[in-house]
């Protein structure tokens, strides 16, 4: 793997640490996207930030955060991780349209609109009914787009997904799911949904959660690329990136928290079912953060060539971010 | 006044309004610190910077944030009036050491350790017993320190005063207060500890609420000017300034959240008392903001050379939050 390239994975969640971190350089990476909040109201968040800010005052050669698209290249220079904020849900501004701006103020640069069930602003993939983007759902995309925030349709239902692609003025962005084609999880996206994405020049971020894959942890990496193969065919080179799903060290209470939030008395299994109702078998080719230039020597060997690689493995990512998280106003003073 | 001059408010909270942004302008204001806070919580602080914001994104022409030191000379240079966040209490941390950081990177520059009640930091100048800085407000301090907000002691009680001076590493301000020497209300401070804050290279801000006033309401601007000159002498030039306290065109709802806030079933009448309840009269020669350049013009009849002025009415403001708004840690990622 090229150490010039900008390598950037859309999607962990792991219990963090310092060693994590040092997986992350010893793989090569140069900032990932985190998750902060699934059901985290708005001063829950703040904690998450809060512990977000210790780890950055005690662990200052190792990582540093990313509140604007300019900070990636200060992180790459810096051979510190760049920490990008994410909520997979909405939950942080709550029932409040101007909490968009503070969130964003506060680094948060990828938002959900939805994480599987309905929420205030659309519907997610695990209801039976999709009704589109509510009326509070259109105000939050146009303030989203005024303040720089990315739109993430990850864990969102296709009629709210097309509607928010529709609606936004500028890119979405699926940051961590699979085609369909490869693998129907309810979770992956149809073909109409990744063109939409990709006509909106947004990014479709590969998943390596087995849940997502072909034949669960068993998927191979040539299975893997095929599938990148495929959508990069299909959805432009531009288009793609990664979006690993990792979810290193954390128990299951934290695959509960995430499945069940505070909204069901009953286990909801999510991806899993009763009978198969933990974290998912490891893939034998990505474990952690180390196995990221594996995927990238595969991908060579398929014949992506080193310029469309640097794009894959992060590129696509920083023109993204670039295109969708800076203020659309001038009188915007964060930061 | 002269229009060269970076002319500073230390205090202010108003039915905000264009009409008020306006009489700032007329006024010659460069700057105003205004209160976000009294008794909001951590949640209820984030819907007040919300309502800033918005107010921001509407009138861009006439006000802008100060996030930062540095920002005040952008303010001045744009011709906008810089607005200054601060709480009078320390309700917008909670109980959460955290949220001193989260709270700065929001823009809160200033924050008191008590609003006249005993808080988990400190004790207020209401209460019968004092008995200093507690643990957590001793770590407030530390962390304060750290991330460049500044400590104001204006509704704190003595020995809780002159612990936080004496534990702080930075200077420690009263932002708007008189001292007892001219007129002895409970709010005002004894030669203690504006001898203490002089030491500490802190300022004394001087009020305009006709309570902290001899005569209240029937001050007269001689009276006043004598006590900026008493107060120069013994606290030296370069450690005050204004802090007016101007609570322009509130409804007496407003002054009972400020003294009752959700403490108190009976009510609790401050600086009035039951016979005398509301709001004070205005002072003749102090009614809004257009009034500072009669300040000014009286302070100068009384002596003070242009350059003493220019510090008075606000130079001295912008050398205190350069020494202690700005972060201790080159790791603080703000803004």
């Known amino acids: 793997m090229n150490q010039d390239w900008t390598v950037i994975d859309g999607l962990q969640y792991s219990a963090w640490s310092r060693e994590i971190f040092e997986q992350m350089h010893e793989g090569g990476l140069t900032c990932v996207h985190v998750t902060i909040a699934y059901h985290e109201n708005t001063r829950e968040t703040l904690t998450r930030i809060g512990e977000w800010n210790q780890r950055f005052e005690s662990m200052p050669e190792l990582i540093r955060p990313v509140y604007e698209p300019s900070d990636i290249a200060l992180a790459k220079a810096e051979g510190r991780i760049g920490i990008i904020f994410g909520a997979q849900n909405c939950s942080p501004i709550e029932d409040e349209i101007r909490l968009v701006e503070v969130m964003r103020r506060l680094g948060l640069m990828i938002m959900q609109l939805t994480y599987n069930n309905q929420s205030l602003l659309a519907c997610g993939c695990y209801e039976d009914e999709d009704s589109g983007l509510t009326r509070f ?51 992956n996206k149809s073909n109409k949904v990744i063109d939409a994405i990709a006509a909106n020049e947004g990014i479709l971020g590969f998943s390596l959660y087995p849940f997502h894959l072909k034949n669960g942890p ?74 990221f230039p594996g995927i990238a020597d595969a991908l060579s060997k398929r014949g992506f060539s080193d310029g469309e690689l640097s794009q894959i493995m992060g590129g696509n990512w920083v023109s993204l971010l670039n295109r969708a998280a800076t203020p659309a106003s001038p009188f915007l003073q964060h930061p």
Chains 1, 2 share one sequence.
């Open 137 to 187: 759902g259109k105000q939050v995309i146009k303030e989203m787009n005024r303040v720089g925030m990315v739109i993430d349709m990850s864990h969102s239902a296709e009629r709210s997904t097309l509607e928010a692609i529709d609606y936004s003025e500028r890119p979405v962005i699926v940051s961590h799911a699979n085609p369909s084609h490869f693998h129907p999880a309810l979770r």
């Open 218 to 291: 068993k998927c191979t990496l040539d299975d893997f690329c095929d599938m990148v193969v495929w959508t990069a065919e299909r959805m432009g080179i531009d288009r793609i990136g990664l979006g690993s799903d990792l979810c290193q060290s954390q128990p299951t209470t934290v695959l509960e928290w995430m499945r069940n939030g505070r909204w069901s008395k009953t286990m909801d299994y999510g991806e899993g079912s009763s009978s198969n109702s933990g974290w998912p078998d490891s893939l034998s080719w990505f474990g952690d953060n180390r196995d």
